[in-house]
């Protein structure tokens, strides 16, 4: 596994590549890297010639009052899994050459970068969205992998590299689950013991949701009373942000469920922000990704 700090010369061998006509397969993380990550990278693996997994705490889409400073990093863990997973090429590179001064562009999703978490991190897609059009153009990726726990940010991607004509595919992929039920994410490691027993509420919520819905129960008024219950019934859970049934394109709430559906919940136990989601469709198995 090669290790590029260096934006220039990671673009050199992407055209290198290009060039030679390989594939390049590419998983953007931020790091402290967990089963959930990996299993990106083993299917960027499998559907490419060359695997690039870039590792970037992106501070454009932190706010002021977020944790950038002490959100996890461990680099040499990181790079021991990755040349594990037998990848090609890690990017690490500097905020000084992501975003050197005069650095002034961002890359805005209009609209659904304002739905679900956007009203409550103000400018954090804008700052995915600016990083991620960055990467893809140092990368030039066919095929650019994402996990569907942060749904909204695979909806907001797809629709940039779409509108800009990047040339890029975007895979979705499952989301990865502790065995009791809790999405993976770097973020868990805030979570107390206390708050981390608590923490499966989510998806316990999402599935008794699910099965609400196939049990006849497509009002989402009615849905979301019952989703809301059951988070309150979880005294460590501090606020709820949102939580309900969701078109899963334009991010819109639904008033009824007559098809496919994303229910998707935003929270927070004691401090830590979590977020869950899954889809469903009226009458169908629920997927659980
Ligand atoms: P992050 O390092 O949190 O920016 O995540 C990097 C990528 O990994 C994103 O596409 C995430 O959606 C994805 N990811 C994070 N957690 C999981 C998980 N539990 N299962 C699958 N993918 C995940």
């Given at each position: 596994m090669e290790i590029i700090r260096i934006?220039?010369?990671?673009?050199?061998?992407?055209?290198?590549?290009?060039?030679?006509?390989?594939?390049?397969?590419?998983?953007?993380?931020?790091?402290?890297?967990?089963?959930?990550h990996l299993s990106l990278v083993r299917m960027a693996r499998e559907e490419n010639e060359?695997?690039?997994?870039?590792?970037?705490?992106?501070?454009?889409?932190?706010?002021?009052?977020?944790?950038?400073s002490r959100y996890p990093r461990d680099t040499e863990g990181d790079?021991?899994?990755?040349?594990?997973?037998?990848?090609?090429?890690?990017?690490?590179?500097?905020?000084?050459?992501?975003?050197p001064d005069g650095f002034s562009t961002r890359v805005e999703v209009v609209g659904l970068s304002k739905k679900l978490?956007?009203?409550?991190?103000h400018d954090h897609f804008s700052g995915v969205?600016?990083?991620?059009?960055?990467?893809?153009?140092?990368?030039?990726?066919?095929?650019?992998?994402?996990?569907?726990?942060d749904f909204q940010q695979t909806v907001i991607i797809k629709r940039m590299a779409k509108d800009l004509n990047m040339g890029t595919d975007i895979a979705v992929c499952p989301t990865i689950r502790e065995e009791d039920?809790?999405?993976?994410?770097?973020?868990?490691?805030?979570?107390?013991?206390?708050?981390?027993?608590a923490a499966p509420?989510?998806?316990?919520?999402?599935n008794e949701a699910s099965k609400a819905i196939k049990s006849g129960i497509i009002k989402v008024k009615e849905l979301k009373k019952l989703m809301e219950t059951r988070l309150a019934s979880e005294p460590l859970v501090s606020e709820i942000q949102y939580c309900s049934a969701y078109d899963p394109e334009t991010?819109?709430?639904?008033?009824?469920?007559?098809?496919?559906?994303?229910?998707?919940?935003a929270l927070k136990i004691g401090k830590t922000r979590l977020i869950d989601n899954i889809l469903v469709a009226a009458g169908l198995k629920s997927s659980s990704p």
């Open positions: 934006p220039r010369i990671m673009q050199d061998i992407a055209r290198t590549h290009a060039m030679h006509n390989k594939t390049i397969g590419f998983v953007p993380t931020m790091g402290a890297l967990h089963a959930g060359i695997t690039v997994v870039s590792i970037y705490v992106n501070p454009k889409q932190f706010s002021p009052f977020e944790d950038l790079a021991e899994k990755l040349t594990g997973e037998g990848i090609d090429i890690l990017f690490l590179p500097a905020d000084s050459l992501m975003y978490c956007g009203a409550y991190r969205a600016t990083v991620v059009a960055k990467l893809f153009n140092l990368i030039q990726p066919a095929k650019a992998y994402f996990g569907q726990k039920g809790l999405a993976m994410s770097s973020r868990n490691l805030y979570l107390t013991k206390e708050e981390r027993g509420v989510l998806y316990t919520c999402l991010l819109d709430e639904l008033e009824e469920i007559d098809n496919e559906a994303l229910l998707a919940i």
